[in-house]
């Protein structure tokens, strides 16, 4: 399989945070969940590969090509949804495509309208009329109709209700259908990636926590939960992070099916969540 | 032919679609050469990634219940051995129970029946 997007050895120095050493990558077709807490460096690391901010070392490679060399080539196949607004908020859509038209060598109107209508947005509005949901919209639009090759999306959900996120999930699932596309989604809202999401690269203070297949996340990650009897130094070694409470303790295990060998009927074993993994992760023992 | 994934249950996602789609195979609601639904067309109808319900095929494929032709698509294979030794087996126990049924309505011990059973095996042979 080949890979749309590979990251090696990035780093990235400010003066009160360090990425450090990011690598992982994307392969072609498939749907890569970034998620981290707020300030672990998912923007930045998206900053870089748009080579928006310059990197101290590592490499960043985008359809095989480096992204500081071909960095015009690059973004003419990458589709880009921020989180916060960039458009002209005085102008309507029409307005505001024929601004962006240009710069695209594959731009196509039709597809563009075809997204305008299903979206149903209003052509003739201006931008600042609209909603948070309605940007997010405007955005993929843009980002759809110039035949990209990878989507690239930071927070795109972030403030927006269940509903909306919902029927994203369903445009989302439709880009897919195409198996030439990948999509990077980055995220605090993890229940959004749980569904689509095939890889998940889990950031946290600039490093790296790990990046898997979100099947063998979900299969071997599992949560704990029983009376504090059972913790002992030997027990306790098999746990990520351990919450203790008066009535108990709740803690993440990354191998589920041996927490289930010790334990045995002892205590309530349950599946993770990815916000179970990130906040028992983040947080550690409390 | 229905799929229902649970999140809940132990089973990985992969195997809950392989033992339905098996199960709706064995039970003929779809029948060979029968077109299934895209891997990516799948996953977006189910709501999970693609990864999975291409390892699900691919286990559906290896076990020899799927065939899939590149580009075109997966189909209910024709000749799976197993399979159809499952089903006939299945075809056999019915007509065992049948027969032990009967059987016990005239009093047959299993003694007599295997005695019965025995020497038809060795005649038709």
């Given at each position: 399989?080949?890979?749309?997007?590979?990251?090696?050895?990035?780093?990235?120095?400010?003066?009160?945070?360090?990425?450090?050493?990011?690598?992982?990558?994307?392969?072609?077709?498939?749907?890569?969940?970034?998620?981290?807490?707020?300030?672990?460096?998912?923007?930045?690391?998206?900053?870089?590969?748009?080579?928006?901010?310059?990197?101290?070392?590592?490499?960043?490679?985008?359809?095989?090509?480096?992204?500081?060399?071909?960095?015009?080539?690059?973004?003419?196949?990458?589709?880009?949804?921020?989180?916060?607004?960039?458009?002209?908020?005085?102008?309507?859509?029409?307005?505001?495509?024929?601004?962006?038209?240009?710069?695209?060598?594959?731009?196509?109107?039709?597809?563009?309208?075809?997204?305008?209508?299903?979206?149903?947005?209003?052509?003739?509005?201006?931008?600042?009329?609209?909603?948070?949901?309605?940007?997010?919209?405007?955005?993929?639009?843009?980002?759809?109709?110039?035949?990209?090759?990878?989507?690239?999306?930071?927070?795109?959900?972030?403030?927006?209700?269940?509903?909306?996120?919902?029927?994203?999930?369903?445009?989302?699932?439709?880009?897919?259908?195409?198996?030439?596309?990948?999509?990077?989604?980055?995220?605090?809202?993890?229940?959004?990636?749980?569904?689509?999401?095939?890889?998940?690269?889990?950031?946290n203070k600039g490093k790296l926590v790990f990046t898997k297949t979100k099947d063998e996340i979900v299969e071997n990650y599992g949560l704990v939960k029983g009376s504090k009897e059972l913790l002992d130094n030997d027990t306790r070694q098999e746990f990520i992070s351990i919450k203790e409470s008066n009535f108990g303790f709740e803690a993440l295990t990354k191998d589920i099916i041996k927490a289930r060998n010790i334990f045995k009927d002892n205590c309530i074993i349950e599946k993770a969540s990815l916000e179970d993994i990130m906040v028992y992760t983040v947080r550690g023992n409390v | 032919m229905n799929i229902i994934i649970s999140n809940s249950s132990q089973d990985p996602i992969y195997e809950q679609i392989v033992i339905q789609i098996k199960t709706s195979i064995m039970k003929d609601e779809v029948s060979q050469g029968d077109a299934l639904p895209s891997i990516r067309g799948l996953a977006k109808e189910l709501r999970i990634s693609v990864i999975t319900t291409k390892r699900a095929y691919e286990e559906l494929e290896r076990d020899g219940f799927i065939e899939t032709v590149p580009g075109k698509g997966s189909y209910v294979s024709g000749q799976n051995k197993d399979l159809i030794r499952e089903k006939r087996l299945t075809a056999i126990e019915d007509k065992l129970t049948e027969v032990t049924t009967e059987s016990k309505l005239l009093n047959l011990s299993l003694e007599e029946l295997q005695s019965m059973l025995a020497l038809l095996y060795t005649e038709t042979n």
């Open positions: 399989m080949d890979n749309i997007l590979e990251i090696k050895d990035l780093t990235k120095s400010y003066k009160n945070f360090t990425l450090d050493n990011l690598a992982f990558n994307i392969p072609r077709g498939s749907v890569m969940g970034f998620i981290g807490p707020n300030g672990s460096g998912k923007s930045t690391t998206i900053k870089l590969i748009m080579n928006l901010i310059k990197r101290d070392s590592g490499d960043i490679n985008v359809f095989g090509l480096d992204n500081l060399k071909h960095n015009k080539e690059i973004k003419q196949k990458i589709g880009f949804v921020y989180d916060e607004n960039y458009f002209y908020e005085e102008l309507n859509i029409m307005e505001m495509r024929n601004i962006l038209r240009p710069f695209y060598k594959n731009w196509d109107d039709n597809v563009f309208e075809q997204y305008i209508k299903d979206f149903e947005l209003p052509k003739k509005n201006k931008i600042k009329s609209f909603s948070k949901g309605m940007k997010i919209k405007l955005s993929l639009a843009l980002a759809l109709c110039h035949n990209a090759e990878l989507i690239i999306m930071d927070e795109p959900t972030s403030g927006l209700d269940p509903v909306f996120r919902s029927e994203l999930l369903d445009i989302l699932y439709n880009i897919i259908q195409d198996d030439n596309v990948s999509i990077l989604f980055s995220t605090h809202i993890t229940t959004d990636l749980e569904k689509i999401a095939d890889y998940i690269t889990f950031i | -």
